[in-house]
């Protein structure tokens, strides 16, 4: 048995699955209702321990290492309704167990989700931990630079056959099927760390064509270099595209603001309202605690969330510079949005 106990003095007992040890972070919730392996490598929850309502967990597996996101398992540590050791899929290679307890993860049945949902949609989202053996102190992963910590050490290209286009693609957390869903439009992408400068780079300043900001974890104040870099980038004649939390990043190096929402979004059916005559929705996978709270000089809003009416992206009046709250790649979850790509790419 294991403890998980809120910053507040909440506490509840659990039974492990995991490994065995002690972890804090910040706790909070997805109402995802599928896409285990994809949310548990998701940069974006360095950090976090992740709450998942949906009752059935492990009951499809663990697929092999090339369809996760990233290398490893990001979260902290992982709260769930109802565990399943026998998972029945054709493409699964582990248990969730097993993996937890490999990459030293510690994991708790709770069984009313529901409830801790409730706490963190009431207090909003709040620091937590996991305790099994010894105590640890409570931890805030947005007092410091999380980007540098999943971010890629080293650029790397990857080539398409007969691809004549360059993607930029800065790091600050990418989830692979962001790589994934521009490698099969016909583009060359080149990966690179967050605090790259492109303004500073001969090999690379004139063979990009576009720009993508990636998504990743944490305060988008955390991360000042990347935000002072891409406002350079936005002098330069180049269309860019901010992703997640790259749509916090651009807002700040053109003058916006940001600010923590109360819960933040994580699902794969966050609803989004398009800002043009249709206003059309599309229901969309997110991931992030914070949001856009003020457009910059220039900029007009490109969507908003159909729940609560925060910025879910913006878009510049005469440039081709753009970024969205959401993820277009949609790994997991619907299809709707992932022709932001194909608009983004007909801007080059």
């Given at each position: 048995?294991?403890?998980?106990?809120?910053k507040n003095g909440?506490?509840?007992?659990?039974?492990?699955?995991?490994?065995?040890?002690?972890?804090?972070?910040e706790?909070?919730?997805?109402?995802?209702?599928?896409?285990?392996?994809?949310?548990l490598t998701?940069p974006?929850y360095?950090?976090?321990i992740?709450?998942?309502t949906?009752?059935?967990?492990?009951?499809?597996?663990?697929?092999?290492?090339?369809?996760?996101?990233?290398?490893?398992?990001?979260?902290?540590?992982?709260?769930?309704?109802?565990?399943?050791?026998t998972p029945y899929?054709?493409?699964?290679?582990q248990t969730?167990?097993?993996?937890?307890?490999?990459?030293?993860?510690?994991?708790?049945?709770?069984?009313?989700?529901?409830?801790?949902?409730?706490?963190?949609?009431?207090?909003?989202?709040?620091?937590?931990?996991?305790?099994?053996n010894?105590?640890?102190?409570?931890?805030?992963p947005?007092?410091?630079?999380?980007?540098?910590?999943?971010?890629?050490?080293k650029?790397?290209?990857?080539?398409?056959?007969?691809?004549k286009?360059?993607?930029?693609?800065?790091?600050?957390g990418a989830k692979?099927?962001?790589q994934?869903?521009?490698l099969?439009?016909n583009?060359?992408?080149?990966?690179?760390p967050?605090?790259?400068d492109?303004t500073?780079?001969?090999?690379?300043?004139?063979?990009?064509h576009?720009?993508?900001i990636?998504n990743?974890?944490?305060?988008?104040?955390?991360?000042?270099?990347?935000?002072?870099?891409?406002k350079k980038?936005l002098s330069?004649?180049?269309?860019?595209l901010g992703?997640?939390l790259?749509?916090?990043?651009l807002?700040?190096s053109?003058?916006?603001?940001?600010?923590k929402?109360?819960?933040?979004?994580r699902?794969q059916?966050?609803?989004?309202?398009?800002q043009?005559?249709?206003?059309?929705?599309?229901?969309?996978?997110?991931?992030?605690?914070?949001?856009?709270?003020?457009?910059?000089?220039?900029?007009?809003?490109?969507?908003?969330?159909a729940n609560?009416g925060?910025?879910?992206?913006?878009?510049?009046?005469t440039k081709?510079?753009?970024?969205?709250?959401?993820h277009?790649?949609?790994t997991?979850g619907?299809?709707d949005?992932e022709?932001?790509?194909?608009?983004?790419?007909?801007?080059?």
């Amino acid at each position: 048995m294991g403890k998980l106990i809120f910053k507040n003095g909440d506490v509840f007992e659990g039974k492990s699955f995991g490994a065995d040890v002690s972890t804090s972070g910040e706790i909070v919730f997805s109402t995802g209702m599928m896409g285990y392996p994809e949310s548990l490598t998701d940069p974006s929850y360095q950090g976090q321990i992740l709450v998942l309502t949906y009752p059935i967990i492990g009951n499809y597996g663990i697929p092999e290492k090339s369809l996760w996101e990233s290398k490893n398992i990001q979260v902290k540590g992982l709260i769930v309704s109802d565990y399943i050791d026998t998972p029945y899929h054709f493409q699964s290679k582990q248990t969730l167990s097993n993996w937890l307890k490999n990459e030293n993860i510690p994991a708790l049945v709770i069984k009313d989700t529901r409830l801790l949902t409730q706490i963190i949609r009431d207090e909003g989202s709040m620091l937590g931990k996991i305790i099994n053996n010894s105590d640890v102190p409570f931890y805030d992963p947005n007092t410091e630079n999380l980007v540098s910590k999943v971010s890629t050490k080293k650029i790397t290209v990857q080539k398409t056959e007969g691809a004549k286009k360059n993607i930029l693609l800065i790091d600050c957390g990418a989830k692979k099927n962001i790589q994934n869903a521009l490698l099969k439009r016909n583009v060359n992408v080149i990966t690179v760390p967050w605090n790259f400068d492109l303004t500073n780079s001969s090999e690379y300043e004139n063979k990009i064509h576009g720009i993508i900001i990636s998504n990743g974890p944490g305060d988008p104040e955390m991360i000042k270099e990347t935000t002072e870099n891409v406002k350079k980038l936005l002098s330069l004649n180049i269309p860019v595209l901010g992703i997640c939390l790259g749509n916090q990043i651009l807002a700040l190096s053109a003058g916006g603001k940001t600010s923590k929402l109360k819960y933040g979004h994580r699902s794969q059916n966050q609803p989004c309202l398009i800002q043009d005559e249709t206003e059309r929705c599309f229901i969309t996978t997110q991931n992030h605690g914070f949001e856009v709270s003020e457009i910059p000089s220039g900029f007009k809003p490109w969507f908003i969330n159909a729940n609560d009416g925060s910025n879910e992206g913006i878009i510049h009046e005469t440039k081709p510079i753009m970024s969205v709250q959401f993820h277009p790649e949609a790994t997991p979850g619907p299809e709707d949005a992932e022709w932001i790509f194909d608009y983004f790419l007909e801007k080059i």
